[in-house]
């Protein structure tokens, strides 16, 4: 479990960090060493889920022996489908996106980052999000050095 304490606010107790794919994690279906790195050394304090249509049908390739739970779901109603999975995990959950169909898995997250990074970012999703950062990486690195997120979201 992360823990994390934020002066003037209730601290996160967070079990899972649902990961959308492309655009936000992966840039043309693929994975960076350093997004892989981070998603590692991540993986022993929470349940780390990857969420996506698959689009360029890479995923489980990409994803294989780094510890995450691969969730794919039909292209239609994507929003519909990643809020269905977080609402079904147990505990408090970070949520990563960058695209439209991620603003109802913001809006019941514990805590979400919009990634604005190579393939950008849809306008309608930063009003649901709490952080907005400018790649994937620096979204990982919030929960992996804490002290950053306390100095952003600090009352």
């Given amino acids: 479990?992360?823990?994390?304490?934020?002066?003037?606010?209730?601290?996160?107790?967070i079990q899972n960090i649902a990961l959308d794919y492309n655009g936000t994690i992966a840039a043309d279906g693929a994975l960076?060493?350093?997004?892989?790195?981070?998603?590692?050394?991540?993986?022993?304090?929470a349940s780390v889920y990857v969420l996506t249509a698959d689009t360029y049908g890479s995923v489980q390739a990409q994803c294989r022996d780094l510890g995450v739970t691969v969730m794919?779901?039909?292209?239609?109603?994507?929003?519909?489908?990643?809020?269905e999975i977080v609402r079904q995990l147990s505990?408090?959950?970070?949520?990563?996106?960058?695209?439209?169909?991620d603003i109802?898995?913001?809006?019941i997250a514990a805590l979400s980052i919009a990634v604005l990074d190579a393939e950008g970012i849809c306008a309608s999703?930063?009003?649901?999000a709490d952080v907005l950062v400018r790649s994937a990486e620096e979204g990982l690195?919030?929960?992996?050095?804490?002290d950053r997120l306390r100095a952003t979201l600090r009352t």
């Fill in 141 to 146: 690195d919030l929960l992996l050095k804490p």
């Fill in 104 to 107: 109802q898995m913001f809006d």
């Fill in 91 to 101: 505990g408090s959950t970070v949520c990563l996106g960058n695209g439209y169909n």
């Fill in 72 to 83: 794919t779901f039909p292209k239609a109603d994507a929003g519909v489908c990643k809020a």
């Fill in 125 to 128: 999703l930063l009003p649901h």
């Fill in 32 to 45: 960076s060493e350093s997004i892989r790195a981070r998603i590692s050394a991540l993986c022993p304090h």
């Fill in 1 to 13: 479990m992360l823990h994390i304490e934020i002066p003037g606010r209730a601290p996160l107790s």
